[in-house]
């Protein structure tokens, strides 16, 4: 089966991680990585993260645009550099390359420009793509149908010089209707990679939703999960709980077909027998 092409924005801190787990996913190849400096050391993503071969050919921001895009074809861009990522967009849109946009926080208008290209592509957008903090999202907002008088609050922890609010519990709480400004509460120590609390407070118990990504790599893993639904999706704008929406309906289906068969066969069985005593 031919292997999904990747094209990834941003070798930073998280880019890394993810271009390592795209790099071992027999599924993908990782074409290139965009850069805002031209690399000195290496040229290959894989020689940087010390694997085998040569994945993801290492290039400056600088380079990118149709031509590029044309003459270094991918399938889907993964973008986990910062806002400015969301410039190179259109002429990618323009060729159908889909995009999956990980910027955990856009300037305003962006979010209309990214639903723009949706017309064009499929464009997923996901602040935390973990599937982890996706599936408490679904969940906290069944708990606050459920217990609609519950004081509500969030907790969001990471690495120390993270300067800005966490764009997760920003989603979360606009997802909640909760006060951006006195419903999330920021812890920043250490090096806490991400970890996001939803407290429900009734009078006479607390419900805590958690969710803590140990490493970056749970970043690539939730990009691959993104990718090999969006590679099938049409033109549109989505988000991680579409995917896993869809995944639970996949399942559902074949659940049904399974137990459909498995009556069938029973019947059929059932028949025979009977059939032996007439
Ligand atoms: N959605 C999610 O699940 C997650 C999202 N994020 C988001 O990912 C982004 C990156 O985070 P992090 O890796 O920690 O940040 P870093 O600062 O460590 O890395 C940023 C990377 O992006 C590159 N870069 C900056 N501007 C551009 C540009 N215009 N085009 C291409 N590359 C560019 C930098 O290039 P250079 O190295 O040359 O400076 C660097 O490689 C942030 O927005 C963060 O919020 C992070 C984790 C999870
Ligand atoms: O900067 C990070 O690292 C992260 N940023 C995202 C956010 O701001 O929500 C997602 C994740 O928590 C890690």
């Given at each position: 089966?031919?292997?999904?092409?990747?094209?990834?924005?941003?070798?930073?801190?998280?880019?890394?991680?993810?271009?390592?787990?795209?790099?071992?996913?027999?599924?993908?190849?990782?074409?290139?990585?965009?850069?805002?400096?031209?690399?000195?050391?290496?040229?290959?993503?894989?020689?940087?993260?010390?694997?085998?071969?040569?994945?993801?050919?290492?290039?400056?921001?600088?380079?990118?645009?149709?031509?590029?895009?044309?003459?270094?074809?991918?399938?889907?861009?993964?973008?986990?550099?910062?806002?400015?990522?969301?410039?190179?967009?259109?002429?990618?849109?323009?060729?159908?390359?889909?995009?999956?946009?990980a910027?955990s926080?856009?300037?305003?208008?962006?979010?209309?420009?990214?639903?723009?290209?949706?017309?064009?592509?499929?464009?997923?957008?996901s602040p935390n793509i973990t599937i982890g903090i996706n599936?408490i999202l679904?969940?906290?907002?069944?708990?606050?149908?459920?217990?609609?008088?519950?004081?509500?609050?969030?907790?969001e922890?990471?690495?120390?010089?993270?300067?800005?609010?966490s764009g997760t519990a920003k989603k979360i709480?606009?997802?909640?209707?909760?006060?951006?400004?006195?419903?999330?509460?920021?812890?920043?120590?250490?090096?806490?990679?991400g970890?996001h609390?939803?407290?429900?407070?009734?009078?006479?118990?607390?419900?805590?939703?958690?969710h803590?990504s140990?490493?970056?790599?749970a970043f690539?893993?939730g990009?691959?999960?993104?990718?090999?639904?969006?590679?099938?999706?049409?033109?549109?704008?989505?988000?991680m709980?579409?995917?896993?929406?869809?995944?639970?309906?996949?399942?559902?289906?074949?659940?049904?077909?399974?137990?459909?068969?498995?009556?069938?066969?029973?019947?059929?069985?059932?028949?025979?027998?009977?059939?032996?005593?007439?």
């Open positions: 089966m031919n292997k999904i092409k990747i094209g990834l924005f941003g070798f930073g801190k998280t880019g890394k991680l993810v271009a390592h787990e795209f790099i071992n996913n027999e599924s993908f190849e990782l074409v290139w990585v965009a850069k805002r400096s031209a690399s000195e050391d290496f040229i290959f993503a894989s020689d940087a993260l010390g694997l085998k071969g040569q994945s993801g050919k290492i290039v400056p921001i600088s380079e990118i645009n149709k031509e590029f895009f044309t003459n270094n074809p991918v399938d889907i861009i993964v973008d986990f550099s910062d806002t400015s990522g969301v410039n190179y967009y259109a002429p990618a849109a323009d060729l159908g390359i889909k995009i999956i946009s910027i926080q856009y300037e305003s208008g962006d979010m209309e420009y990214l639903k723009n290209l949706g017309l064009k592509t499929a464009v997923l957008y599936l679904m969940a906290a907002q069944i708990f606050q149908n459920i217990l609609p008088h519950a004081d509500i609050e969030i907790i922890e990471h690495f120390r010089n993270k300067n800005e609010v709480a606009d997802t909640l209707g909760l006060d951006e400004e006195t419903q999330i509460n920021s812890i920043r120590v250490g090096g806490i990679v970890k609390e939803v407290i429900f407070g009734l009078p006479n118990q607390t419900i805590r939703l958690t803590e140990i490493s970056k790599a690539g893993q990009a691959i999960f993104a990718a090999k639904w969006l590679i099938n999706a049409g033109p549109g704008l989505y988000c709980e579409d995917v896993i929406k869809n995944r639970v309906k996949e399942q559902l289906l074949e659940k049904q077909m399974e137990e459909k068969a498995s009556s069938n066969y029973l019947q059929q069985f059932k028949n025979k027998i009977l059939g032996l005593f007439k």
